[in-house]
């Protein structure tokens, strides 16, 4: 767990905030009026908050910009005898969204923060607004996801890895170790940017994994995919309507090698068949590394519009 006032030269500027509600010390910025329109912010795997810290400022003036991080990762503590899998992420989220009350909310998803945001939203269809995905899965039922994501792994490198490393008893040695793999993990998972890459961003990325047991964050999410033991919920018919009743985007970088977009913009579109989709050329998995401007100005314009 990084120390809660961890600033990595000034790129990280936010208050600290935690919560208990979850069962273990949940870090989250929030950041702009309390009376704002609530955009919530999920990472994925393995990054946290960090992802976010260009976003946060271009809403923050108006909204309310709420940004936790998932048991395991960034500033949030790890504890040992908790799982690690979607359905923990989707409870641990449900404890602190009741805690604030959150409302109206806007999801911003990335990578395994579409899972966890979509869960979210089968339970509660009444506290969304709108749905944003961003290189993030948006499973919500549909019949053919076993498929895609199956169709997905077979030609990304980072599940192609996750499969194998599991089969030969790899996954949990190399995963705890990475607070010094970091960047090849990343890489792996792709941003096509190298610039990004300074002194304050690798400690950023690495810090939270400093020991392996603060790696089981990581190690769950990757062996969940490996085991099949992630629990994808199904909405019942009033989630599914009103879901499918908000307004939508997805915003996806096609050099993504991770989550390619034709195994899974067509999740996405399947439930929001009028949503826009803005497809970015030259940007990789982590879209908000490589086009952090281009993104926000896209998702402000699509919340004013809206």
């Given at each position: 767990m990084i120390q809660s006032d961890a600033t990595f030269d000034g790129t990280f500027p936010f208050t600290p905030h935690f919560s208990a509600a979850p069962g273990f010390r949940m870090h989250y910025v929030d950041e702009g009026p309390r009376h704002g329109e609530v955009v919530l912010c999920l990472h994925g795997e393995p990054t946290w908050g960090y992802l976010f810290r260009h976003l946060v400022p271009a809403l923050s003036a108006t909204h309310r910009v709420v940004v936790p991080d998932h048991?395991?990762?960034?500033?949030?503590?790890?504890?040992?005898?908790?799982?690690?899998?979607?359905?923990?992420?989707?409870?641990?989220?449900?404890?602190?969204?009741?805690?604030?009350?959150?409302?109206?909310?806007?999801?911003?998803?990335?990578?395994?923060?579409?899972?966890?945001?979509?869960?979210?939203?089968?339970?509660?269809?009444?506290?969304?607004?709108?749905?944003?995905?961003?290189?993030?899965?948006?499973?919500?039922?549909?019949?053919?996801?076993?498929?895609?994501?199956?169709?997905?792994?077979?030609?990304?490198?980072?599940?192609?890895?996750?499969?194998?490393?599991?089969?030969?008893?790899?996954?949990?040695?190399?995963?705890?170790?990475?607070?010094?793999?970091?960047?090849?993990?990343?890489?792996?998972?792709?941003?096509?940017?190298?610039?990004?890459?300074?002194?304050?961003?690798?400690?950023?990325?690495?810090?939270?994994?400093?020991?392996?047991?603060?790696?089981?964050?990581?190690?769950?999410?990757?062996?969940?995919?490996?085991?099949?033991?992630?629990?994808f919920a199904t909405p019942d018919p009033v989630a599914d309507r009103l879901i499918r009743s908000r307004p939508a985007l997805a915003i996806w970088g096609e050099a993504d090698r991770t989550l390619h977009a034709e195994h899974f913009l067509p999740l996405f579109s399947a439930i929001f068949p009028a949503a826009p989709v803005r497809r970015l050329a030259g940007v990789g998995h982590y879209c908000f590394e490589d086009a952090p401007e281009e993104i926000g100005n896209l998702i402000a314009e699509f919340i004013r519009q809206t």
């Open positions: 048991m395991g990762f960034g500033k949030s503590a790890t504890p040992a005898q908790r799982s690690y899998w979607l359905q923990d992420h989707v409870d641990n989220l449900e404890a602190l969204v009741h805690a604030l009350d959150l409302t109206n909310i806007t999801l911003v998803m990335h990578d395994f923060g579409g899972p966890v945001g979509m869960g979210f939203a089968t339970r509660h269809p009444d506290r969304i607004r709108r749905i944003i995905s961003a290189n993030g899965p948006t499973p919500f039922g549909q019949s053919d996801l076993f498929e895609r994501i199956t169709a997905n792994a077979r030609v990304s490198p980072w599940f192609q890895w996750i499969a194998k490393a599991e089969a030969n008893g790899e996954l949990e040695p190399v995963l705890g170790q990475l607070g010094f793999n970091i960047l090849s993990t990343l890489k792996l998972n792709g941003f096509e940017n190298n610039a990004i890459i300074t002194d304050a961003w690798l400690s950023a990325y690495g810090a939270p994994f400093a020991r392996p047991a603060d790696c089981l964050g990581a190690i769950g999410w990757a062996k969940g995919f490996a085991t099949g033991v992630h629990t």
